[in-house]
């Protein structure tokens, strides 16, 4: 058995060589799977330092390639705000966790962007940290966010605002998948203005221009936000798989099962293949790519 205790929203999650980090932030913990380590042993270990940051939902993590550290971005602190899409809580917190010392570094001072939660974050083999959109505007609740920024701490380059537009209004909960280094893809996701989405879209890191693969309603799934998407190690196929759906009908909400994926780089609408269902419908799944190959997916 897993010991922990089950958190809505586990969506930190982050990969390093020979382990994975898990935090759950109804509660603070933290915990350690060595897949790969010297003596053997594989087993979920508890970390025996206590996390100096208050009980967190939905924040991100990102491993940083160089250091292997982890960051911890963002998120709503303390009591959840429900079911409204507000930034109740929300932080602009980052901290760096050094896993073989069990350091934890408060990096929060400074950080120029609006607190939020329902962003989504990825890393360069450079040890860039791009984040990209939330929940919500400052002391505007209905408003999700459009920024894009990147953060380099090895090269000492500190949080930047990037000059690019989004083809598309402010959303949170959508996925990023990187592919090589030079592109970031978008894939569904949720608008106050028109719900759960399911466009996609992709914006290349060295020219900050995004290209809009497909429209909303185009692809042959379930619109969805709180979802999981990755992109195979050879930059071939992207995947997709579980979130949570609003119909526009009856405005009630369904979580999802369902498993596609579409050749890259075209990734045209006519392409996606559906490849079945996991074992039970699940929002907020975060997805790793272990140096193997395989897709690794925990809680929901």
């Known amino acids: 058995p897993v010991p922990f205790v089950p958190q809505p929203r586990p969506r930190a999650m982050a990969p390093l060589f020979s382990r994975l980090v898990a935090a759950g932030f109804g509660g603070a913990a933290v915990g350690a799977l060595g897949w790969e380590s010297a003596g053997g042993a594989v087993g979920w270990q508890k970390s025996a330092a206590a996390p100096p940051w208050r009980p967190h939902t939905g924040s991100l993590a990102v491993t940083l390639p160089d250091s292997g550290k982890v960051l911890l971005i963002a998120g709503q602190a303390g009591e959840h705000g429900g ?58 609740p209905t408003v999700m966010l459009r920024d894009i920024w990147t ?14 537009s989004p083809p598309f209004e402010g959303i949170q909960a959508t996925s990023v998948a990187l592919r090589g280094d030079d592109e970031i893809w978008i894939v569904g996701g949720w608008s106050q203005q028109r719900g759960t989405l399911s466009h996609v879209a992709m914006l290349s890191t060295k020219t900050l221009e995004w290209t809009k693969v497909s429209g909303d309603g185009k692809a042959p799934w379930k619109s969805r936000a709180d979802h999981a998407t990755a992109i195979s190690p050879d930059g071939h196929w992207l995947y997709l798989y579980a979130g949570q759906h609003l119909d526009r009908t009856t405005k009630k909400w369904f979580r999802l099962a369902d498993t596609w994926r579409v050749p890259l780089p075209a990734a045209g609408v006519q392409d996606w293949q559906e490849l079945g269902e996991i074992n039970a419908p699940r929002s ?14 925990m809680g929901g």
């Open 83 to 140: 079911a409204l899409f507000d930034c109740f809580n929300c932080t602009n917190e980052v901290w760096s966790f050094e896993p073989e010392t069990e350091r934890w570094e408060d990096l929060s001072a400074g950080v120029p962007w609006d607190p939020r939660w329902g962003h989504s974050a990825t890393v360069t083999t450079d040890g860039t940290v791009w984040m990209l959109f939330g929940c919500c505007a400052k002391d505007q």
């Open 151 to 164: 953060y380099n701490p090895a090269k000492g380059v500190p949080w930047t605002r990037m000059e690019s």
């Open 284 to 297: 907020s799944v975060p997805t790793l790519l272990l140096p193997t190959g395989w897709l690794l997916a």
